[in-house]
């Protein structure tokens, strides 16, 4: 296996590999040109499909950040407020009509609990590097992710959910659900009471 294949499949990698190398500073480099565009300029589109997300009809208000950009899904109608960050080494899928509020960071990377394995080595060409790893991350359709919200790799959120601002989610959430708190849980279903034609009183 490639070290890029080892990654995305959630193995041991080495992120001084060459291919790997490469691909983060062409994205690093797209997302400042990315971020240095006004928000009415089309050539922000082309930017996007420079970096090789997948997906079309989204809107990412930027400044974006992202490590590789390609290993990317986000479907339509999906937006993101400003200072949005994807450490996509492992891939990241994000529905349709997902609203993610300032400050959201999605963060597939995962480094080995022991410092013994987690510290950088030479290696036998003198090239620093280290052990790596990383999960996948999974956000379901019809999603609203509050303002400064963290997932970290391994998690899948359902369809429907709301996640309060300020949460680390570190586990997965169940479809329809209300969640917040560091570390994030659920806290209640969300059903028809909380249609807006129930809550007059925001009219």
Not at 41 to 51: A, F, I, M, N, P
Request: proline fraction near 6%; hydrophobic fraction near 35%.
């Amino acid at each position: 296996m490639t070290e890029k294949e080892k990654m995305i499949s959630g193995k041991i990698y080495d992120p001084s590999d060459k291919e790997l190398t490469q691909l983060r500073q062409s994205a690093h480099r797209l997302c400042i040109e990315y971020n240095a565009l006004p928000e009415t300029d089309d050539k922000r589109g082309e930017v996007l499909k420079s970096l090789g997300i997948n997906g079309s009809a989204f809107y990412l208000q930027g400044p974006v950040q992202f490590d590789y950009g390609c290993f990317t899904t986000i479907g339509v109608n999906s937006y993101a407020n400003f200072n949005f960050t994807c450490v996509d080494c492992c891939p990241v899928t994000i529905g349709d009509n997902v609203f993610m509020g300032p400050n959201v960071s999605l963060l597939t990377p995962m480094h080995p609990l022991r410092w013994q394995d987690r510290n950088q080595y030479a290696k036998p060409d003198g090239t620093m590097t280290d052990k790596e790893y990383a999960k996948p991350i999974t956000i379901g359709n019809n999603c609203w992710i509050a303002g400064n919200v963290t997932v970290c790799g391994g998690v899948t959120i359902g369809d429907g959910c709301v996640i309060g601002a300020g949460s680390v989610v570190t586990r997965d959430i169940p479809p329809n659900s209300l969640a917040a708190g560091v570390p994030c849980r659920v806290i209640r279903e969300i059903t028809e009471a909380d249609s807006l034609e129930n809550h007059p009183e925001l009219f």
